[in-house]
């Protein structure tokens, strides 16, 4: 019933910028924190940012003062400014919302298909 929705991927420079989107959509209720993972091949999933409903952010300390997590709550929709890229940051970008559906008790996380990013000169 809920569906997160991602754009923004693509090809960038090394120092250029890219601004992912994800809106999430569905019988929601309520959206308690939603975040960027990013996964390089062979790599492990990794938390990138975090955002809560109240606006508090978290960011992994390979992106602090390059990347900024935003999000729009009348839309359910949070974005990722990444500015000075690196070839590092390649990998593919998913988005996650932890999501209340309406009639229902508890809290589930919910995952985006993924939007490759790739910082290449």
């Known amino acids: 019933q809920v569906q997160l929705v991602e754009s923004g991927g693509g090809l960038v420079q090394p120092g250029g910028s890219l601004r992912l989107s994800c809106a999430a959509s569905?019988?929601?209720?309520?959206?308690?924190?939603m975040g960027w993972y990013r996964q390089a091949p062979g790599k492990q999933r990794e938390l990138v940012a975090a955002?809560?409903?109240?606006?508090?952010?978290n960011y992994a300390d390979s992106v602090k003062g390059r990347f900024t997590i935003s999000r729009d709550n009348a839309k359910n929709t949070v974005y990722l400014q990444m500015n000075s890229l690196k070839p590092e940051d390649t990998a593919v970008y998913y988005c996650?919302?932890?999501?209340?559906?309406?009639?229902?008790?508890?809290?589930?996380?919910?995952w985006g298909q993924g939007t490759q990013v790739t910082v290449s000169s």
């Open positions: 955002i809560t409903s109240g606006g508090s952010t």
């Open positions: 996650n919302a932890d999501v209340l559906l309406e009639s229902s008790y508890y809290y589930t996380d919910y």
């Open positions: 569905g019988s929601i209720f309520s959206i308690n924190a």
